[in-house]
């Protein structure tokens, strides 16, 4: 399997190196694992930083087109190079990306087509809206007729969203709760699936 872990950035320069370091590099049952960084036509120093991390998959936007167009533009240059999974993270290190094997479980296991990560989410309960999308990273198989659905729809992060939703057959919710990951507390995470 191949997984691209796309990070869309706007001038995360100071940050994106973090991000970068704490994605895992080795993730059971994965064969590949490649870094996409999109840059949201940065001004300072952002796709300097990725290269120098060893980032080779890069997107550049010469003027800033926006987190949807970043995001679109993200899947479509990973399908194209073969992503069997997209998980989507962001360079501004808000994530914890060392959670990232946990996303990806619900789908080497075959129990999820989607799943979607809630870091804000303040209790267990069932967590599954468009609205909510641009906040939260997300994981899905990379079929084509996502990618062209998505495309073809709506305007922002919410219409790049909803098909790729409707499109999940199985999805999978993993609930961060409460732990802050830059200051190393633990995280628990909560599951729920549809």
Same mark, same amino acid.
């Given at each position: 399997?191949k997984?691209?872990?796309?990070?869309?950035?706007?001038?995360?320069?100071?940050?994106?190196?973090?991000?970068?370091?704490?994605?895992?590099?080795?993730?059971?049952?994965?064969?590949?694992?490649?870094?996409?960084?999109?840059d /949201?036509?940065?001004?300072?120093?952002?796709?300097?930083?990725?290269?120098?991390?060893?980032?080779?998959h890069?997107?550049?936007?010469t003027?800033?087109? #926006?987190?949807?167009?970043?995001?679109?533009?993200?899947v /479509?240059y990973?399908? +194209?190079h073969?992503?069997?999974?997209?998980?989507?993270?962001?360079?501004?290190?808000?994530?914890?990306?060392?959670?990232i094997p /946990?996303?990806?479980?619900?789908?080497?296991? &075959?129990?999820? /087509?989607?799943?979607i990560?809630?870091?804000?989410?303040?209790?267990?309960?069932?967590?599954?809206?468009?609205?909510?999308?641009?906040?939260?990273?997300?994981? &899905?198989? #990379?079929?084509?007729?996502r990618?062209?659905?998505?495309?073809?729809?709506?305007?922002g992060?919410?219409?790049?969203? +909803?098909?790729?939703?409707?499109? +999940?057959?199985?999805?999978?919710?993993?609930?961060l709760?409460?732990?802050?990951?830059?200051?190393?507390?633990?995280?628990? +995470?909560?599951?729920?699936?549809?």
């Open positions: 399997m997984v691209f872990v796309q990070i869309p950035c706007f001038n995360e320069e100071t940050t994106l190196p973090t991000v970068l370091e704490s994605i895992p590099r080795a993730i059971g049952g994965v064969d590949e694992l490649e870094i996409l960084v999109i /949201d036509g940065s001004t300072d120093g952002t796709v300097r930083a990725a290269r120098a991390c060893g980032v080779t890069i997107v550049r936007h003027k800033t087109r #926006g987190l949807a167009r970043s995001f679109r533009d993200g /479509d990973a399908l +194209a073969g992503a069997d999974v997209v998980v989507n993270t962001d360079g501004d290190n808000q994530y914890p990306q060392e959670r /946990d996303l990806l479980t619900p789908i080497l296991q &075959g129990r999820a /087509d989607i799943v990560a809630d870091r804000q989410n303040q209790g267990h309960r069932a967590f599954f809206t468009v609205q909510k999308a641009h906040a939260i990273p997300w994981i &899905g198989h #990379g079929q084509p007729r990618r062209n659905a998505a495309a073809g729809r709506g305007l992060v919410q219409g790049l969203f +909803a098909p790729i939703f409707d499109a +999940a057959q199985r999805r999978h919710e993993i609930f709760l409460h732990g802050d990951h830059r200051s190393g507390r633990a995280t628990s +995470a909560c599951e729920s699936s549809r």
